[in-house]
C-alpha cells in the first residue's frame, strides 16, 4: 500500500491544492498572532519598569496595586529628605496650560513630576536640561513640537488663585505608557490642584541601609484606626517593594490586556478552523467520489477495507503535514514582516518577536489534526462501499435515503433547539445562552443545506435562465449534488453570517449610541466666558474656523444662585449645599431668531436646551459633587427669581441654562453674548478643529470645551472593534472563497466528458467559460443571501440581549450599503474564485475530454 500511497500523492497533487490552502492559511493565522503577541510583550517589558528602574525601593499604599494618599506621598518625601536620601512620586494632574500672553497650549494637559535628584530622573532629556527649581518646568518633546514651545517660553498652568508661571528649560522624551505634556519638580506639584500619586520611587544615600530605609516608611503608615481625631488626614498604609517586583506586576497587568486580545484574535482563528474543515472535508468527499472505481480496483485485486482506508488516512495526514509546515513558513514570514512594518508606521512599544515553542507547535498540531480530522467521514464513506457497487455507473445523488432523512429531522430538531435557546436568552438578557442557542440554530441551518440551499439555487436560478444557455447549464448543475452543494456554500455562509452580524448589531448600537451621545454632548463646542461677556467679534472668528458648519451666538448674563429660604436641602450642611456668586447664564433659544438656528447646532432634542420659565438646567460638571436643593434662588441687579434646578447629564461649558423669559426677567435688555455654541463638519479632523479653535479664542478670556471629541472617541472605538472583526473573519471568508475554487475545480475534473460534450454539441469556449463563472456566482450570491438572512436574524437577538439592557430605546438599524456591499463582494470573490477551473475546462478539446477517464 506504501507504493499506492505515494502514486496516488503524485497523481493528485494537484487536486490537494484548495485543502493545503485552507490549513495553511488557519495555521498561519495562529502564528502572526503569537508574532505579534510576543513583540506587545517585549516591548513593553522595556518600557514599564523604566519610571522605578533607578531606586531601591518603590513605595505603594499597602499591596502593589494600592496608591497611597497625598499625606503619606508628602510624608515619604520629607522622610527623604531628612535620611539624606532621595525620592521621587510618580504624580500627576490635569489642568489647562496657557502661555504668558494668554493664549491657550492645552485645556487639559497632564502634569507629571520631575524628579530632584538627577539619579531618579527616568526621562530622556532632548534638549536643553531638567527641572532644578520650583519655577521650572520641562516639557515633552512630542507635545512641544505640537504645541509650538521652545525652551525659554513660560507657560502657566492652572487657573484663577491656584496658576503657576513655570519657565520651559529642556525637552524630554517619556515612555509611550508613562509620558505627560509637562514634567515639574514634586515642590511645585504638591502646591497644584488636584494631584495624586500612584507610587513613590526611593533611593537610598549610597552607603545607606534599604532594610532600615523600608523599615522607616513602613512606620510612617497610619490607617486612622487609632486616632482620635477624625478630622485629621492620615498618611494611609505605606508598603515597600523592590522595582522589580513592581514592574513585573504593571507588566502582568499590561500582558494579560495582550493576551485577552490574542485570545480573542485566536477565537477568529477557530472560526477559520472550522471553515477548513468543511472545506477540506468537502475536497476529500468530491476527491474520494471522483476516485471511488480506483478505490473499487483496489478492493478486487486483493486489498483489505482497512487497508485501503489506513492509506488513503496516511495520504491525509501527508496532506497535514506538508499544509501545516506552509502555514508555519507563510506564518513567520507576514508576522515578522508585520511587526516591522507596524513598528514603522504605528506608535506602539513593540519589541523583538519571540516565537513561543507551544503557540507553533499547536499550531502545527491543530493544522494536522484538522486535516485528519476532516478525512475520517469522507474515508468512511468511501471504504464501506462493496468493490462491485463501485464499478458499477453512479446513480445521481438524492437527499432521499435514509441517511438524508434523518440528517434533516436533526437538523430540524437542532434548529428549534437552537430558537428556543435563542428566544431564553432575550428573555434572561443571557450572553452565554445567546452563544450556545445561535450556535445550535446555526448548526441546525447547516445540517438542513441540501434542502434549503438547492431551493434557493433554483429561486435564483429562475431569474438568469432566460439570459442564455450557460445560465441554465450553471442552475442545474448548482442543484446536481445536493450535499455537495450544501457543503460548498456552508463555509462561506459561516463568514457572511458573522460579518452581516457584527455589521448590523454594530450598526444598530452606534445609532443607539449616538442618541445616547446627543443627550450627554448636544452641543459640539461651546466657546463660553468664564466671568464677563465675549468679544463682539469672537464668534465671527470662530465661525471662520475650518470645520465648523454653524455657529450660534448665545446670549446672557451673570447671576448669584444660592438655595431658596425654606427649601429641603436633604440635612445637609450649607456648605455642602452648591451656590454660587458668579454664575454665568445663557438662554440659546433666545438667540434663535437674531444670530441663527437652534437646529442648526444642537444634536438631537433640541429641548435639552429649552428649559421651562421655571426651570433652570445645570450641568452635572458645574455642580460638581455639591448637594443640589428642591429650589434655588438666582439673583442679579434686576432682581431674583425661584427656579427648580433640572440636573441633565449634558456639558455645554459651565453655564446654567434658562429660558428666554427668565433671562429677560433676570437680565432686562442688558444681555451680552456668554457664550458660542458650535457644530462640527462631519468629516472634520476634531483635534485640528479643536486646535483651531483654541488659537482663535486665545487671549480673549473664554474657555474652549470641545465636547466633540468624546463623540470622536466613541465613533472611533465603534470603527476599530468593526473593522478589527471584519477583518479577522475575512480569514474564514478567504478560506471558503478557496473552498468554492476547489469545489468547481475538482467538477471539472469530474465533468470534463460532459464539458466535452457539450462543447462537441456546439457550446463555445467562451460559453463554456461562462457557464462555470456562473456557477459559482451562483453559489456565493446564495450563500451570501442565506447568511446575510442569519445574520441579521442574530443581530436582532444581539441588539435585545446586549444593546437593550444599556440602551433601553435602541432599535434595530441595517446598514443596506454595508449589507449590499457584501453580496456584491461575495459574488465578484466567487467570480474570480472559477477564473482558474474556467480556463483549465476551456483549454480541454472536446476529443481529448470525451477520452478522458
Known amino acids: 500500500m506504501r507504493t499506492v500511497l505515494l502514486a496516488s500523492l503524485r497523481t493528485h497533487t494537484r487536486r490537494y491544492v484548495a485543502a493545503v490552502l485552507a490549513v495553511a492559511i488557519a495555521v498561519a493565522f495562529v502564528v502572526v498572532t503569537d508574532a505579534l503577541a510576543s513583540s506587545a510583550r517585549g516591548g513593553l517589558t522595556g518600557e514599564v519598569g523604566k519610571p522605578y528602574e533607578k531606586g531601591d525601593l518603590v513605595v505603594t499604599g499597602g499591596g502593589l496595586d494600592g496608591w497611597p494618599n497625598n499625606t503619606g506621598v508628602e510624608a515619604v518625601v520629607d522622610l527623604a529628605e531628612e535620611r539624606g536620601d532621595a525620592a521621587v512620586p510618580l504624580a500627576q494632574t490635569w489642568l489647562t496650560v496657557e502661555r504668558a500672553d494668554g493664549s491657550t497650549v492645552a485645556t487639559d494637559a497632564e502634569i507629571g513630576t520631575w524628579a530632584d535628584d538627577p539619579s531618579l530622573v527616568w526621562q530622556d532629556v532632548v534638549e536643553g536640561r531638567g527641572a532644578e527649581a520650583p519655577d521650572e518646568a520641562v516639557v515633552s518633546a512630542s507635545q512641544a513640537r505640537a504645541r509650538d514651545v521652545a525652551v525659554g517660553d513660560e507657560l502657566v498652568v492652572g487657573s484663577g488663585e491656584g496658576a503657576t508661571t513655570l519657565t520651559v528649560v529642556g525637552l524630554a522624551d517619556g515612555t509611550r505608557l508613562a509620558s505627560s505634556a509637562l514634567w515639574v519638580p514634586f515642590a511645585t506639584m504638591r502646591t497644584l490642584e488636584g494631584w495624586w500619586a500612584e507610587t513613590v520611587t526611593y533611593a537610598v544615600a549610597p552607603g545607606g541601609d534599604v532594610d532600615a530605609a523600608a523599615d522607616a516608611i513602613a512606620a510612617l503608615g497610619d490607617d486612622g484606626s487609632g486616632s482620635v481625631d477624625a478630622d485629621v488626614e492620615t498618611t494611609g498604609l505605606l508598603e515597600t517593594f523592590t522595582p522589580a517586583e513592581v514592574a513585573d506586576d504593571r507588566l502582568q497587568q499590561a500582558n494579560q490586556q495582550v493576551d485577552v486580545m490574542a485570545m480573542l484574535v485566536l477565537l477568529f482563528a477557530a472560526i477559520a478552523a472550522v471553515v477548513s474543515v468543511m472545506v477540506i472535508a468537502n475536497t ?14 483496489l478492493r478486487c485485486v486483493g486489498a483489505t477495507r482497512r487497508q485501503v482506508r489506513r492509506a488513503i488516512r496516511l495520504e491525509a495526514l501527508v496532506v497535514g503535514l506538508l499544509a501545516s509546515l506552509t502555514g508555519l513558513a507563510l506564518g513567520a514570514a507576514l508576522g515578522y514582516g508585520g511587526v516591522a512594518l507596524l513598528r514603522a508606521s504605528v506608535d506602539f512599544p513593540l519589541g523583538a518577536v519571540r ?5 507553533w507547535g499547536a499550531a502545527f498540531l491543530g493544522g494536522v489534526v484538522t486535516t485528519v480530522v476532516a478525512a475520517w467521514l469522507p474515508t468512511r464513506t468511501a471504504t464501506r462501499v462493496s468493490p462491485l457497487a463501485a464499478l458499477r455507473p453512479e446513480a445521481a445523488p438524492s437527499v432521499r435515503t435514509t441517511a438524508g432523512r434523518a440528517r434533516i429531522a436533526l437538523g430540524g430538531l437542532v434548529l428549534v433547539a437552537g430558537g428556543v435557546g435563542l428566544a431564553l436568552a432575550v428573555a434572561t438578557a443571557n450572553l452565554l445562552v445567546m452563544v450556545a442557542g445561535g450556535t445550535a440554530f446555526f448548526a441546525g441551518v447547516v445540517l438542513l443545506g441540501p434542502v434549503v440551499v438547492p431551493a434557493l439555487l433554483r429561486l435564483v436560478g429562475l431569474a438568469v435562465r432566460r439570459t442564455g444557455p450557460a445560465a441554465r447549464i450553471a442552475g442545474d448543475n448548482a442543484v446536481r449534488n445536493p450535499r455537495r452543494t450544501a457543503a460548498t456554500t456552508a463555509s462561506l455562509l459561516i463568514g457572511v453570517t458573522l460579518t452581516t452580524a457584527v455589521l448590523t448589531g454594530m450598526a444598530s448600537a452606534r445609532s443607539a449610541t449616538a442618541v445616547e451621545l446627543d443627550q450627554q454632548f448636544p452641543v459640539d463646542v461651546t466657546v463660553a466666558a468664564d466671568a464677563g461677556p465675549l468679544d463682539a467679534d469672537l464668534a465671527d472668528r470662530l465661525a471662520e474656523v475650518r470645520g465648523v458648519d454653524a455657529a450660534l451666538v448665545v446670549p446672557g448674563g451673570l447671576a448669584a444662585v444660592a438655595p431658596a429660604a425654606g427649601t429641603d436641602t436633604g440635612g445637609l450642611p450649607p456648605e455642602e449645599v452648591w451656590s454660587s456668586d458668579t454664575l454665568p447664564l445663557a438662554a440659546p433659544a433666545a438667540a434663535e431668531d437674531a444670530d441663527g438656528s437652534l437646529d442648526e447646532v444642537v444634536r438631537g432634542d433640541r429641548t435639552i436646551a429649552a428649559p421651562a ?44 441654562l434658562v429660558s428666554p423669559a427668565t433671562l429677560q426677567a433676570l437680565v432686562g435688555d442688558d444681555t451680552e453674548p456668554y457664550a458660542v455654541w458650535l457644530r462640527a463638519d462631519d468629516g472634520a479632523d476634531v483635534d485640528d478643529l479643536v486646535a483651531d479653535l483654541e488659537a482663535a479664542a486665545s487671549g480673549s478670556g473664554a474657555g474652549v470645551t470641545p465636547l466633540v471629541q468624546q463623540r470622536d472617541w466613541v465613533d472611533t472605538q465603534l470603527d476599530v472593534v468593526v473593522m478589527a472583526v471584519v477583518g479577522l473573519l475575512g480569514i474564514g471568508v478567504l478560506i471558503a472563497l478557496v473552498g468554492i475554487g476547489s469545489t468547481l475545480g475538482l467538477s471539472v475534473l469530474e465533468r470534463a466528458r460532459e464539458n466535452a460534450l457539450l462543447r462537441a454539441l456546439g457550446l463555445t469556449r467562451r460559453q463554456l467559460r461562462r457557464t462555470l463563472a456562473a456557477e459559482g456566482v451562483l453559489l456565493s450570491v446564495v450563500a451570501t443571501l442565506l447568511g446575510t438572512a442569519v445574520g441579521v436574524f442574530f443581530a436582532v437577538i444581539g441588539v435585545r440581549v446586549m444593546v437593550q439592557p444599556a440602551i433601553g430605546d435602541a432599535a434595530l438599524v441595517l446598514p443596506w450599503g454595508q449589507l449590499a456591499a457584501v453580496v456584491a463582494v461575495a459574488a465578484l470573490a466567487g467570480l474570480v474564485a472559477c477564473v482558474l477551473p474556467a480556463r483549465r475546462a476551456a483549454r480541454i478539446s472536446p476529443a481529448a475530454g470525451l477520452t478522458a477517464d
Open 613 to 656: 420659565d421655571d426651570e433652570i438646567a445645570v450641568p452635572y460638571d458645574v455642580v460638581g459633587t455639591a448637594g443640589v436643593p428642591e429650589r434655588v434662588e438666582v439673583t442679579t441687579a434686576a432682581g431674583t427669581r425661584t427656579l427648580t434646578p433640572r440636573l441633565v447629564d449634558s456639558g455645554w461649558g459651565s453655564a446654567a
Open 284 to 297: 476529500f468527499s468530491i476527491l474520494f467520489a471522483q476516485r471511488l472505481r480506483d478505490l473499487a480496483l
Open 355 to 359: 516565537p513561543s515553542p507551544l503557540w
